[in-house]
Every structure is written in C-alpha cells, then in structure tokens.
T-cell receptor, first 113, second 113 residues
C-alpha cells in the first residue's frame, strides 16, 4: 500500500519570496516515482517536476525544485521567487511498482502582492 | 494534436440513473486512470488500467465501473449504487514506466439532482 501525506492545507506567501510545500510518503517499493502537480482554479492539472527513487540529485525545473530525502521519505517542493500566477492548489503524487498513481490531499498556495 | 479528451465538460443526471463519462487519448499511452475530486479536496483514485483488457480498483471503486476494450478509451460508469456521485472527475494517461508523468484531461463536472 502507498500513502501520500500533505499536512499543510493552505499557505500564504509574499510575492518574490520562496515557499516550501511538504510531502511525505509511505511505500514498501524500492523503485518509485514522485511527482508534483499544480491545479489552478480552472481545474486543469499541470505537471511541475519529477523525482525518481534512485535519482541521487534533487530535481529542478526552472523556479521549482524538489528536496528529496529518501531516508525520511519526504519530497518537498520549493517554489522560488513566487509570482501571483503561482496561486493554486499543489499536489504531491507517487507511482509505485504496480503503476498505481496516488495523490496527496493538496496544499492551497496564495501569493500576496 | 495529441491529448486526452474528456466529454462532456458538464453533465447533469437525475438521481438513480447510471451515467458514463468518456475518456479518449491519442497519445498511445498504455496506462489510464480515473480520479474523483470533491471541492477543495485531493484526487482520489477510482480505477486504473495498465493495459488493454485489464484494470484494477483504486481506493474508492465502490459504485463505479470501467472497461478497457481499446487502448485509446477508458470510460467510467457512475452507477446508481454510488451514494454521492456529484463531483469533478479527472481522467489521466501515461506511457509505460514509473518515471513518466501522467497527462490529464480537462475533467467532467458531474451533478446529480
């Protein structure tokens, strides 16, 4: 069984500042993938970043970086230089060996001008 | 253009009626997924399929059924046994492998009255 936990229901961040979104996971698989998605109010799901369980370096994609701590089973997302357009809901997800793709409950980010 | 198409965008049904949500992809992806999202909540996995003619229950399969007769199509039927079917439904697909992200459709908002 796999489980994704996001403990921050909502966060406020000032424009141009960085914000860290927490994600912990539980799995017995040795090989798995971790993903972060953004969902604006329109409802579409936008893929942001991926981290493989065997990747030694933390993933980065533009202003997004993933702080992967395998021993702690955490995969936190860092958004640097926040913009007003970053206001959305953010989901952490994991795919395990059975191809099941599970999501956390999400964190709502509100960027203040 | 390649992508995932969910239709219709909005769907209204009377209580007690079965309803089928369409999901079609022309990305040649093997895996397909159905999720339910309630307002302000995360994505909960209903069913997923790794390959044609095979599918597995997700975390909230009760009251739902699926079929996977073609690679391109993964329709979801919301049956009258689903006690609270009003929700936003998202379909996704992904290529083989744990390292690949899932691509999402635009979603169907189902309202049962």
């Amino acid at each position: 069984a796999q489980k994704i936990t996001q403990t921050q229901p909502g966060m406020f961040v000032q424009e141009k500042e960085a914000v860290t979104l927490d994600c912990t996971y539980d799995t017995s698989d040795q090989s798995y993938g971790l993903f972060w998605y953004k969902q604006p109010s329109s409802g579409e799901m936008i893929f942001l970043i991926y981290q493989g369980s065997y990747d030694e370096q933390n993933a980065t994609e533009g202003r997004y970086s993933l702080n992967f701590q395998k021993a702690r089973k955490s995969a936190n997302l860092v958004i640097s230089a926040s913009q007003l357009g970053d206001s959305a809901m953010y989901f952490c997800a994991m795919r395990g060996s059975d191809y099941k793709l599970s999501f956390g409950a999400g964190t709502t980010v509100t960027v203040r001008a | 253009d390649g992508g995932i198409t969910q239709s219709p965008k909005y769907l209204f049904r009377k209580e007690g009626q079965n309803v089928t949500l369409s999901c079609e992809q022309n990305l040649n992806h093997d895996a397909m997924y159905w999720y339910r999202q309630d307002p302000g909540q995360g994505l909960r996995l209903i069913y997923y399929s790794q390959i044609v003619n095979d599918f597995q229950k997700g975390d909230i399969a009760e009251g739902y059924s699926v079929s996977r007769e073609k690679k391109e199509s993964f329709p979801l039927t919301v049956t009258s046994a689903q006690k609270n079917p009003t929700a936003f439904y998202l379909c996704a697909s992904s290529p083989p492998g744990r390292v690949t992200e899932a691509f999402f459709g635009q979603g169907t908002r189902l309202t049962v009255v």
